[in-house]
């Protein structure tokens, strides 16, 4: 059986996890802060948790598709796109507010917040799956651009801080979940997602 990888740079830092289904040992997760030197350094990042010649066993990819640092989180998405087709495999794309909303285990709908320097805030709506499932994290509602001055709807709210490892880690889950129940994820649906159009509410 393959590897699953699991790319997720929407913030300063590279999150890189594999798992190998089927396998024993637990999933192996890297965080590099790369900062600017993010497309110098990702494939050789990539290579410390999963050898570039163990590529063609891959099984299945995830990628953090954002909101977070646009250029960076195009760099991962476009590698994993372009892996996906090249070995035709399924590409899982999730939104890094989700995996944050996952770590965090939220208990009840709350919005996720991040801010934009004169731009606004970004935020999205997490909470419990609606059929009670408490052990699971969904989005009610995706992230936009809120204009500034411009109140969010009543809820809790929490920054939307992303920490790596610990959120390639969800996304790593999330996409062996997927993979167990066989789930086609077709790689040209998986595109970046930044907010750009300011909205008054919901």
Do not use: K
């Amino acid at each position: 059986m393959g590897a699953l990888l699991a790319l997720h740079s929407s913030s300063d830092v590279l999150g890189v996890g594999v798992a190998w289904p089927g396998m024993a040992g637990p999933a192996e997760l890297g965080a590099f802060p790369l900062g600017r030197g993010l497309a110098n350094q990702l494939l050789a990042c990539i290579e410390q948790l999963l050898p570039a010649d163990q590529w063609p066993q891959l099984d299945r990819l995830a990628v953090a598709i954002g909101p977070g640092g646009f250029t960076s989180t195009r760099l991962t998405v476009v590698l994993a796109r372009t892996l996906a087709q090249q070995l035709d495999v399924p590409l899982d794309g999730v939104g890094s507010f989700l995996l944050v909303a996952r770590r965090l285990a939220i208990q009840e709908p709350t919005w996720l917040v991040q801010e934009l320097a004169r731009r606004g805030v970004v935020a999205g709506l997490y909470g419990p799956a609606p059929r009670g499932d408490r052990a699971a994290v969904v989005e009610l509602a995706a992230p936009r651009l809120f204009a500034p001055d411009t109140p969010l709807p009543p809820g809790p709210q929490l920054a939307a801080v992303t920490q790596l490892p610990a959120d390639v880690g969800q996304l790593l889950e999330l996409s062996l979940q997927a993979h167990a129940q066989g789930l086609a994820a077709p790689w040209q649906q998986v595109l970046p997602l930044y907010p750009t159009s300011p909205v008054a509410g919901l």
